[in-house]
């Protein structure tokens, strides 16, 4: 059997020069590649993950929460931190905003999601 390992993760949007310069703030990641435009690849320190942005035309924002017959999600990153109060403000200045509403069953303090430019969501959790 042929040796298979999860490089990265692309995600469509309408600006992959917006959104890759986001989690470059978010994660404190490095471009590594792509052609400054309609596609960019950001990687972690380690150079073992990478983040890719892909700009298209008919891209739709997310809509959250979720509603039947309006764009949704179709994944979304769980981010562990280590001090949730922080983590939220630090996102915020690198250009997320706190989705609304949260989930009423979990825990604030463990979970938040949170919106990216783009408006993919994204969770900030604690162990």
């Not at 764009?71 to 990153?77: C, E, N, R, S, V």
Request: proline share 6%.
């Amino acid at each position: 059997m042929a040796n298979l390992r999860l490089m990265g993760v692309c995600l469509d949007c309408a600006d992959a020069r917006e959104l890759a310069d986001f989690y470059v703030r978010l994660l404190g990641w490095e471009v590594r590649g792509g052609d400054g435009a309609g596609w960019i690849s950001i990687g972690d320190p380690t150079e073992t993950v990478h983040l890719n942005f892909q700009a298209e035309e008919w891209y739709e924002r997310p809509v959250w929460p979720e509603r039947a017959g309006a764009p949704h999600k179709m994944m979304h990153f769980e981010v562990l931190v280590d001090d949730m109060e922080g983590a939220v403000a630090h996102a915020v200045d690198a250009g997320a905003t706190i989705a609304s509403p949260q989930p009423s069953d979990r825990d604030q303090r463990a979970l938040r999601v949170m919106l990216d430019p783009a408006g993919h969501p994204f969770c900030l959790c604690t162990d």
